[in-house]
């Protein structure tokens, strides 16, 4: 990936490098070459996952809880990257169950979804959380999305040709992906029936990473799905640069702009999530979901600032049309809420758990 050795990241930034533009060239690569090229440039050196147990196992009612960790890349200083997991289960299950990998948003963490994880145990299904990179317990202490937006703006100001770290999103897509491969190999799991569900932040991660992931059989992005290039030409771009306002504020400082504007949401997009605007975009990989036949449930609000609809409309009617090409369409459901802006309703909350412990078991 874009990690922390010379040679790995030559190759990113030969990955990375925007393609030149030519009038007869498509604004974005084929969704099963966007797929290459993205697992391609998140790539980095695995390492053995060391899960360590964090605390006793305690039952409460029919449900079990746990916490554990484990290690998903080897940092700069040398250290581990551990990725701290919820996870609760029903109690005294035997065998191998489904799982639903459950995210939170922005300044949240993985004990804000645990009503989420409960969900899904009560149906037989295994819930997990994890806290994104800079969050909960690998915040450093700091409260909300204080480490985070710190950490995003490090990156932006890493000089061109250092290695740097991509927080917002993609370094927690990584460790997703990890976590799918620990998860595989746990006892209680059934590696053929594993789900993802995000809200926020955590919607976005969860189109980017099991989009190209065809292990996730199951997807759930809330009030995640949107197209970054639509409100950047659209002019819609304050409610996703208000989620990190301190970052795109440093960055209009650097480029000498007098405030945030378009022109400072395109120099900082494309240096800390390389891609997003164009081959790493929703509406070029939500289709992937179809290809490989996995279920899709969408929910987004309709005056959403953060996820403008028009944009969103514009990745879920090319998901719909893959999922008509590939004659699946009830493997797919959209709810677009009138009214509603960015927020999970009670409605959806119900919706996606029935909807996802469907089509896991």
Same mark, same amino acid.
């Given at each position: 990936?874009?990690?922390?050795?010379?040679?790995?990241?030559?190759?990113?930034?030969?990955?990375?490098?925007?393609?030149?533009?030519?009038? #007869?060239?498509?604004?974005?690569?084929?969704?099963?070459?966007?797929?290459?090229?993205?697992?391609?440039?998140?790539?980095?050196?695995?390492?053995?996952?060391?899960?360590?147990?964090?605390?006793?196992?305690?039952?409460?009612?029919?449900?079990?809880?746990?916490?554990?960790?484990?290690?998903?890349?080897?940092?700069?200083?040398?250290?581990?990257?551990?990725?701290?997991?919820?996870?609760?289960?029903?109690?005294?299950?035997?065998?191998?169950?489904?799982?639903?990998?459950?995210?939170?948003?922005?300044?949240?963490?993985?004990?804000?979804?645990?009503? &989420?994880?409960?969900?899904?145990?009560?149906?037989?299904?295994?819930? /997990?959380?994890?806290?994104?990179?800079?969050?909960?317990?690998?915040?450093?202490?700091?409260?909300?999305? $204080?480490?985070?937006?710190?950490?995003?703006?490090?990156?932006?100001?890493?000089?061109?040709?250092?290695?740097?770290?991509?927080?917002? =999103?993609?370094?927690?897509?990584?460790?997703?992906?990890?976590?799918? #491969?620990?998860?595989?190999?746990?006892?209680?799991?059934?590696?053929?029936?594993?789900?993802?569900?995000? /809200?926020?932040?955590?919607?976005?991660?969860?189109?980017?990473?099991?989009?190209?992931?065809?292990?996730?059989?199951?997807?759930?992005?809330?009030?995640?799905?949107?197209?970054?290039?639509?409100?950047?030409?659209?002019?819609?771009?304050?409610?996703?640069?208000?989620?990190?306002?301190?970052?795109?504020?440093?960055?209009?400082?650097?480029?000498?702009?007098?405030?945030?504007?378009?022109?400072?949401?395109?120099?900082?997009?494309?240096?800390?999530?390389?891609?997003?605007?164009?081959?790493?975009?929703?509406?070029?990989?939500?289709?992937?979901?179809?290809?490989?036949?996995?279920?899709?449930?969408?929910?987004?609000? #309709?005056?959403?600032?953060?996820?403008?609809?028009?944009?969103?409309?514009?990745?879920?009617?090319?998901?719909?049309?893959? =999922?008509?090409?590939?004659?699946?369409?009830?493997?797919?459901?959209?709810?677009?809420?009138?009214?509603?802006?960015?927020?999970?309703?009670?409605?959806?909350?119900?919706?996606?758990? $029935?909807?996802?412990?469907? &089509?896991?078991?």
């Amino acid at each position: 990936m874009f990690p922390h050795r010379l040679l790995v990241l030559a190759i990113v930034l030969v990955s990375f490098n925007p393609r030149p533009a030519r009038a #007869d060239a498509p604004r974005a690569l084929p969704p099963e070459k966007a797929r290459s090229a993205f697992l391609k440039a998140l790539d980095r050196p695995k390492v053995p996952a060391d899960v360590r147990d964090e605390g006793k196992p305690a039952e409460k009612g029919t449900l079990s809880y746990s916490q554990w960790s484990f290690a998903s890349e080897k940092k700069a200083d040398g250290a581990m990257e551990r990725v701290p997991v919820l996870m609760v289960a029903p109690a005294g299950a035997k065998g191998k169950l489904p799982v639903m990998v459950v995210l939170h948003g922005t300044g949240g963490n993985k004990e804000g979804v645990q009503s &989420w994880l409960e969900d899904f145990a009560k149906q037989g299904v295994v819930g /997990i959380a994890i806290d994104a990179r800079y969050h909960g317990a690998r915040s450093g202490g700091k409260k909300g999305s $204080e480490a985070y937006v710190a950490a995003i703006t490090k990156a932006w100001q890493t000089p061109a040709g250092k290695p740097m770290e991509h927080p917002f =999103y993609y370094d927690t897509v990584w460790d997703l992906w990890r976590l799918v #491969d620990v998860l595989e190999a746990r006892n209680n799991i059934d590696p053929k029936h594993i789900g993802m569900l995000g /809200i926020s932040m955590g919607g976005i991660q969860t189109w980017l990473a099991a989009s190209v992931d065809d292990r996730v059989t199951v997807a759930a992005p809330l009030i995640g799905v949107q197209s970054f290039k639509w409100s950047l030409e659209n002019d819609k771009w304050q409610g996703r640069a208000n989620t990190i306002k301190q970052t795109h504020e440093a960055a209009a400082k650097e480029l000498g702009e007098p405030a945030v504007n378009k022109k400072v949401c395109r120099e900082l997009w494309s240096k800390i999530i390389p891609g997003i605007l164009d081959d790493y975009d929703c509406p070029n990989l939500l289709p992937l979901f179809a290809t490989s036949s996995r279920a899709l449930f969408i929910a987004n609000g #309709d005056l959403d600032p953060n996820c403008p609809v028009e944009g969103a409309r514009i990745a879920i009617r090319a998901a719909e049309d893959a =999922y008509t090409k590939a004659g699946t369409k009830d493997r797919l459901v959209v709810r677009v809420n009138a009214g509603v802006g960015h927020k999970v309703t009670d409605d959806d909350h119900k919706a996606a758990i $029935e909807f996802c412990t469907k &089509w896991l078991k």
